[in-house]
């Protein structure tokens, strides 16, 4: 069972933002800026095009929910929304799922490992997500 699956069914930790029937966002643990949020579908599935349609529906409906109370949340102007759909496309897990990252300015190539930001503490996470999902209402 992939970590995102573990995640869904509570059998691994996440600093969860926003649930529903088909979707779950949560804090990336490894983050590229403060807020960095995925959205995953509750159907395990590598790649996108092959995600059932009323999965797909739902993931874009809650990016779509989420973005504004994301960079409200963070004091960002604008936001990256990103997919990476294979392993050559850089998807390191193998469960389709959807990048929102908050930008204050201009940045750099999300790809970019290097430009993470490092780890925080359980404290900092659990910050972030009460903002956001503060933010969400």
Not at 53 to 66: G, I, M, P, Q
Not at 97 to 104: M, N, S
Request: proline share 6%.
């Amino acid at each position: 069972m992939c970590i995102f699956c573990k995640i869904i069914d509570g059998e691994a930790p996440a600093y969860r933002v926003y649930e529903d029937d088909l979707t779950l966002a949560f804090l990336d643990v490894n983050p590229v800026t403060d807020g960095h949020t995925l959205v995953v579908p509750k159907h395990h599935e590598a790649r996108i095009e092959r995600l059932p349609r009323e999965y797909y529906d739902a993931v874009w409906a809650t990016v779509h929910r989420l973005v504004s109370s994301i960079e409200r949340a963070m004091n960002a102007s604008a936001s990256n929304i990103d997919v990476h759909n294979g392993r050559a496309a850089g998807q390191l897990i193998p469960h389709v799922h959807v990048h929102i990252i908050p930008r204050r300015g201009p940045g750099r190539a999300i790809t970019d490992a290097a430009q993470r930001i490092r780890p925080r503490s359980r404290e900092y996470f659990e910050e972030i997500a009460e903002k956001i999902r503060s933010e969400i209402g």
